[in-house]
């Protein structure tokens, strides 16, 4: 298993840009494909982005497709979310979340993943 911590969520504007970071402790990292997931008040947690441990593939939502960026350093045990052009409806609680796979196996649904990060907080105010 792994520990993963989030951070720098914040106040932003709309149109604005966050790096939202997690990192991981624990066991080899390399193994872990992983994701971000954001859930607003009243609503389910929603997939955003996911990479495989290899780096070799990506996923994104709709939604933040062509704005978000995932990626990973897994000799630093870190994952990373750039987040531009933000819309006050990214307002939410962002988590990361690991799980084993396969190097180019992309997991993007949230009962995949066994490990969860605590949330960081990103609101965009319009």
């Known amino acids: 298993q792994v520990q993963l911590a989030e951070s720098g969520g914040g106040l932003v504007q709309a149109g604005g840009s966050l790096r939202l970071s997690c990192a991981a402790s624990?066991?080899?990292?390399?193994?872990?494909?992983v994701g971000w997931f954001r859930q607003a008040p009243g609503e389910e947690r929603e997939f955003v982005a996911a990479?495989?441990?290899?780096?070799?593939?990506?996923s994104y939502a709709d939604s933040v497709k062509g704005r978000f960026t995932i990626s990973r350093d897994n000799a630093k045990k870190m994952v990373y979310l750039q987040m531009n052009s933000l819309k006050p409806e990214d307002t939410a609680v962002y988590y990361c979340?690991?799980?084993?796979?396969?190097?180019?196996?992309?997991?993007?649904?949230?009962?995949?993943?066994?490990?969860w990060g605590q949330g960081t907080q990103v609101t965009v105010s319009s």
């Open positions: 624990g066991r080899s990292f390399s193994n872990y494909a």
């Open positions: 990479m495989s441990w290899s780096g070799g593939r990506t």
């Open positions: 979340a690991a799980d084993l796979a396969s190097p180019l196996t992309v997991l993007a649904r949230k009962s995949e993943y066994g490990n």
